[in-house]
């Protein structure tokens, strides 16, 4: 790609001497433009002083080591053209994007209100493909339909169906995302390929006590999805006949057998962290180390920095968050109050059992 098109993806770009720049980092809490940008060798090398590697701060930016090279050569298109940008309103009514890109690939953007583009969704709270035509259309009790994808959604709506599906597709659910389908007659169309079930199937399950009622639909014959079944000659009216076909769906009860799944059909996935490399999102993490060395106070100083949604150490800030403590050790009042207090937390966020 050109020097021009990467310091786009940049922000607080400075000229710092002949082909040389500096700019904000993109894979650290940077507030001082430590990251450093020349060309050499028809290359884009990156140098950032708190210490970010290259190969991370280009996968920041979506982008490849490949990308880097100045004269990506027509052959292995270095930079990725955009081929379909989907609009969202986040949970807040505030915009931001998903940009499909070829080759193949996905990145999401936030509009920088100066006709430019934020690239990260920083302070966006994800939500559905079109949420806010998907609940005026549950008010109508007009059914929604759930596919894998924006573009399938599209289709479905050029037909003027009620279409909606989660940002980042298959794998990507959030049981959050239920709020939008409160009170819906959901028909989930699962692509036919194993992570296109396994999403329907966690969506159901996700939407389950939420929906009034669920459907799960598998479109017969060849092709994947319902781009490719309808491409194949068929109609809104064939696919509403399928959906009134479709039996009502519900959670299986006989959880209880072992189920073997295979890795080949596992979606690798990104780990999500609280603090970088220490604390992930979702999993359990234990904090060891001797008495008195300060393990409480860590885990206090921890749950401050949530409750504030000031990103830990090397982190960007985040939405401030909820904490529940459960001590067996340290009295409410006595301990974990003034403490919290001498951090400055908002105690307002913060729960103890
Ligand atoms: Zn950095």
New binding site residues.
């Given amino acids: 790609m050109k020097m021009d098109g990467f310091l786009l993806l940049l922000n607080k770009v400075r000229t710092a001497g002949k082909d040389q720049y500096m700019a904000l980092?993109p894979?650290?809490n940077?507030h001082t433009a430590?990251?450093s940008i020349k060309s050499v060798n028809s290359k884009i090398l990156l140098h950032?002083h708190?210490?970010?590697a290259a190969i991370d701060?280009a996968s920041d930016l979506r982008l490849t080591m490949a990308d880097l090279n100045l004269n990506g050569s027509n052959t292995t298109p270095g930079f990725r053209q955009i081929e379909a940008v989907y609009r969202y309103t986040d949970a807040n009514g505030k915009p931001f994007e998903v940009v499909r890109t070829n080759p193949k690939g996905f990145y999401q953007r936030q509009p920088d209100g100066n006709g430019g583009y934020i690239i990260n969704l920083k302070g966006i709270v994800l939500t559905l493909y079109h949420q806010d035509k998907v609940k005026l259309a549950i008010g109508n009790a007009t059914p929604v339909i759930f596919v894998e994808g924006e573009k399938d959604a599209d289709r479905l709506w050029s037909l003027e169906m009620v279409a909606t599906t989660n940002p980042m597709g298959a794998g990507k659910w959030r049981n959050s995302y239920t709020e939008v389908l409160q009170g819906a007659d959901l028909i989930v169309i699962a692509d036919k390929d194993s992570p296109g079930r396994d999403h329907a199937n966690r969506v159901a399950n996700s939407c389950y006590s939420r929906a009034a009622r669920i459907r799960i639909l598998e479109l017969p014959g060849g092709g994947k999805d319902v781009s490719d079944w309808l491409n194949n000659g068929r109609n809104r009216e064939s696919l509403k006949r399928l959906i009134t076909e479709a039996p009502e769906w519900k959670p299986s009860r006989d959880n209880k057998a072992v189920g073997l799944v295979c890795m080949a059909d596992v979606e690798a996935e990104e780990v999500d962290w609280l603090w970088f490399p220490y604390i992930p999102k979702g999993k359990l993490t234990l904090l060891e180390g001797d008495p008195g060395v300060g393990k409480s106070w860590v885990s206090l100083a921890i749950a401050t920095a949530v409750s504030l949604g000031k990103g830990l150490y090397g982190m960007v800030a985040d939405e401030p968050a909820k904490v529940v403590i459960a001590s067996t050790e340290d009295g409410h009042g006595d301990t974990i109050r003034p403490r919290l207090d001498s951090m400055a937390a908002n105690v307002k966020q913060i729960y103890a059992i």
């Fill in positions: 980092c894979s650290h940077d430590s990251l950032c708190a210490g970010c701060i």
